[in-house]
């Protein structure tokens, strides 16, 4: 997958209206499968009166790991086989994003439009969203969990704090610090608190 990829910039949506129906496309970043069909049942609740919600993401198979596998889904939602999400998914492929979660809403109140033109209108519905969220280049970060005792906590937290990558530190019994570091630098960050903490540290 290399060391980036292609995902949306942040939340966004666009409508548009054809043959007495109005279409609109809501976009958003998604790290894993949980949030990506969160966003698309949020929507479902704001809309209860649409017609159709479409579903489709590519997300990471293993939350956390942002240069994984992908899971992709996408459902027609009542609308003819493969006239809906299939289309609104191979917007989402083609444009080589990744990590994000669409829902076209659709209201109708017009004429049919037929199988060709459903998947045209969920295509465009796509691409107008994707191009109101703004296509992005992120940075692939990796997981890096690493768990000691409480005398070790200190030169593991200074570690992290030098290398300058978020993370949470959790203090129970012993210390669990969680980062996320840029993908190419995580082996580096491994030997680092092996290394500071004389192998005392337990990474996963």
């Not at 069909?37 to 489709?56: G, K, L, W």
């Not at 198979?61 to 596998?69: I, L, N, Q």
């Not at 609308?79 to 609104?88: C, F, I, L, T, V």
């Amino acid at each position: 997958m290399g060391e980036s990829f292609r995902t949306v910039a942040g939340p966004a949506e666009a409508s548009w209206e054809t043959r007495g129906s109005r279409f609109t496309g809501y976009v958003a970043p998604a790290g894993s499968v949980e949030p990506a069909e969160a966003f698309v049942a949020a929507r479902r609740e704001e809309h209860p009166d649409a017609t159709h919600v479409v579903p489709a993401y590519r997300v990471p198979a293993d939350p956390g790991d942002e240069r994984g596998r992908l899971r992709e889904y996408a459902n027609d939602d009542g609308e003819p086989g493969g006239s809906a999400g299939k289309p609104a998914l191979t917007v989402l492929e083609r444009r080589e994003v990744r990590n994000v979660v669409l829902a076209v809403v659709r209201d109708h109140g017009g004429v049919n439009l037929g199988v060709g033109g459903l998947a045209r209108a969920y295509a465009r519905s796509a691409s107008a969203a994707l191009d109101a969220a703004r296509v992005v280049e992120r940075r692939a970060r990796e997981r890096v969990a690493a768990t000691v005792s409480y005398d070790d906590s200190g030169v593991v937290r200074s570690v992290l704090e030098s290398v300058d990558v978020p993370f949470e530190a959790d203090y129970d019994a012993e210390v669990r610090f969680v980062a996320r570091p840029p993908a190419d630098e995580a082996a580096a960050l491994r030997d680092r608190l092996r290394s500071a903490t004389s192998g005392r540290v337990r990474l996963s």
